[in-house]
């Protein structure tokens, strides 16, 4: 029996990520499949369009075993209505060559892009750099509270 593909996406691809408008959305993932695959698709879903979902073919040269998707949507307001205050559900669906018992299809879990203005991505940016500094400053107190408990450990006869 043919299964259909597997769709693993790159952690950096996937979950729940903001963007501003001038953003190019990248998606990294590959595509597996026993009977090789014959398209790939990126699915987007806006937040305001229940039944609507914009479907956009992604180039595959020919129909392979396994392919690598390293893709920059390059223009997203030429596919979508790319606004501030937007988000869309995106997936990625892939079928394979088997055009007897088949075609099998596959989606991928879903993932979100969130549009927000230039300043909220800006104070964003902010708290992850200020929440970083803190858990640098709570390791450094730690490895020295602990470089501390080593040398009284080493001091004892």
């Known amino acids: 029996p043919d299964a259909p593909p597997v769709i693993a996406v790159d952690p950096e691809s996937a979950g ?9 959305p990248a998606l990294k993932f590959v595509v597996r499949d026993d009977f090789k695959v014959s398209e790939v698709t990126l699915c987007c879903q806006p937040d305001d369009a229940e039944d609507k979902v914009f479907r956009i073919p992604l180039p ?41 018992t088949g075609p099998g299809i596959a989606r991928s879990n879903t ?38 408990d080593v040398g009284n450990i080493l001091k004892k006869p």
């Open 16 to 24: 729940r990520r903001t963007l501003v408008t001038s953003s190019k």
């Open 111 to 148: 993932g979100e892009w969130v549009i927000i203005s230039k300043d909220a991505k800006q104070k964003e940016l902010q708290e992850r750099i200020q929440s970083s500094a803190r858990t640098l400053e709570e390791l450094s107190k730690k490895q020295e509270d602990l470089r501390g």
């Open 60 to 100: 595959l040269a020919v129909p392979a075993g396994s392919v690598r998707f390293d893709e920059v949507l390059k223009d997203p307001a030429s596919k979508l209505r790319w606004k501030e205050g937007r988000t869309f559900t995106w997936w990625i669906e892939a079928r394979d060559n088997n055009t007897v």
